[in-house]
């Protein structure tokens, strides 16, 4: 009998021996996305691999870029060709933007892979995504990304501190009756009650200036600094504007010159921080500041429901309020993709794990939110209810996927997810919808227009540098390193694109 039982006890750890060598040998697949402040993701991951185990046939690696370092890490990753990095959040606005990076080859060509293991994905996702997603890249006509379902239409809105407003004796209505060249009055408050320290106006520059001009990113214009506008109808964004079904060099518009004189005005009184004109701290300085609730407007491309979790996050009453009704272009439809890179020594693996991503609210749920019971918890109404675990895993939720497969929050309400879809769904199309410049033709105008763009455009657009003498010199250099030819090249574009 103590024989047999031995053979057993033998046999048993023989068996789990061959189970942890197999779990062992299945590769690692890694994925870097955008947009996080992820400080302990240890059983998060924990739980992830034990999941995707026997479904993927992988162990995950996540690489948690942030708005500050996620540009400069992809990047560099992308162009040396590293391997160890499988998949990239890409988009129409980041530096590895979705359509020139496909065209040069960095991203893998998905439609055969879509075609054997998708099929929960093209189940999930709007055909509509699936079609924003399809591009002329290295490898001919093709899908060379997952489109994440998340809000597929734009509307660039105030970020109000309402918390702060009111102490300030001011309410939600009044700002609505403001625009951005009658805030000064409102600051002028804010920083008579709070202090030289404080200021007011939270910017992402580059953002504020569309906000401000209704202008739209053209889709393969330099990821990094948009050089090219298309301006919409602010009364009607199916509408073609006064400005035409035309694309022009931004930085030589009225509008932008108003825009950067008022900038200026701003700046120099003290509204604005001066790390937001600054590339290498722009982005943390704007995310630390929204964080702590530190400013009274700010900039927000938003996301329906999105007043909820930042007023969560940070512990202020948060409020939007738009600028333009919503609509869908090709930005907003290609705003938030995951590419596999065509380095990856793990495809199909890495789309197996894509697939279930978007498709599994368990994984979904378990990615983006963390583990129940640490991270957050269901009431009795089945919401999610945030412990203070989460502010260590907080993941950009727009970023990952379809986060339509979430269970809402509480403070999103039961039935928040039927809204969403509704409200997306009513969404206008702007005039241009579908149009990509193709800037293979005028790849060295584009670098060299690029880098001074990068000299000259934030510090304009956030009020650092005098207009009067800057966007002068800023033009000129353009002119010179062959502006006109890029328009040319792109209006081209457009008027064959618009005769189809």
């Not at 203070?388 to 993941?395: E, M």
Request: hydrophobic share 40%.
């Amino acid at each position: 009998m103590k024989k047999l039982l031995a053979l057993v006890l033998v046999l048993t750890m023989a068996l789990s021996m061959v189970s942890f060598a197999a779990a062992d040998e299945l590769p690692t697949i890694t994925v870097m996305f955008h947009g996080s402040n992820v400080a302990d993701d240890k059983e998060v991951l924990e739980k992830v691999n034990e999941y995707i185990a026997d479904k993927v046939g992988a162990k995950l690696e996540v690489i948690w870029g942030t708005w500050g370092d996620f540009d400069d890490k992809s990047t560099n990753a992308i162009k040396a060709g590293d391997s160890e990095v499988d998949m990239y959040f890409t988009c129409s606005w980041s530096a590895d933007e979705y359509n020139s990076y496909a065209k040069d080859g960095y991203w893998l060509k998905l439609d055969d892979l879509i075609a054997e293991y998708g099929a929960d994905l093209t189940a999930a996702i709007p055909e509509a995504l699936m079609q924003a997603a399809t591009i002329e890249g290295a490898d001919g006509m093709g899908i060379y990304a997952v489109n994440g379902y998340k809000d597929f239409a734009t509307q660039n809105c105030w970020d109000v501190n309402v918390t702060l407003l009111e102490e300030l004796g001011y309410t939600l209505d009044d700002v609505k009756k403001m625009d951005f060249y009658s805030f000064g009055d409102l600051f002028a408050k804010a920083k008579e009650v709070k202090g030289d320290s404080f200021y007011p106006f939270l910017v992402e520059p580059m953002v504020l200036e569309r906000m401000v001009t209704n202008a739209i990113i053209i889709p393969g214009d330099a990821g990094s600094v948009n050089m090219l506008s298309y301006y919409l109808d602010p009364t009607d964004v199916s509408k073609v504007s006064a400005s035409g079904n035309t694309i022009y060099n931004k930085f030589a518009t009225e509008e932008y010159k108003k825009f950067v004189e008022k900038m200026r005005e701003y700046y120099q009184a003290g509204y604005v921080n001066p790390g937001c004109a600054v590339a290498e701290t722009s982005n943390d300085t704007r995310t630390n500041a929204q964080l702590n609730g530190e400013y009274l407007i700010g900039t927000q491309s938003y996301a329906l429901g999105y007043e909820y979790e930042a007023s969560e996050l940070r512990g202020i009453h948060v409020e939007f309020i738009p600028c333009t009704e919503p609509y869908v272009d090709t930005t907003a439809s290609q705003g938030a993709m995951i590419a596999i890179s065509s380095a990856s020594e793990h495809p199909v693996e890495s789309f197996k794990f894509l697939n279930l991503l978007n498709s599994d609210p368990a994984l979904m749920m378990l990615l983006n939110y963390g583990v129940e019971g640490v991270h957050y918890n269901l009431n009795a109404d089945g919401l999610v209810e945030f412990t203070d675990k989460r502010a260590d895993y907080t993941p950009w939720r727009n970023g990952m996927g379809n986060i339509t497969l979430l269970t809402a929050t509480a403070d999103e309400g039961a039935g928040f997810w039927d809204t969403f879809k509704g409200y997306y769904g009513s969404a206008k199309a702007i005039p241009i919808l579908g149009y990509i410049f193709n800037n293979a033709d005028v790849q060295n105008e584009m670098s060299a227009l690029g880098n001074i763009a990068a000299q000259y455009a934030l510090a304009l657009d956030a009020g650092a540098v005098d207009p009067a003498t800057e966007l002068p010199a800023f033009l000129s250099a353009l002119e010179a390193a062959g502006m006109q030819t890029y328009v040319d090249a792109a209006n081209a574009q457009l008027t064959e694109f618009l005769a189809k």
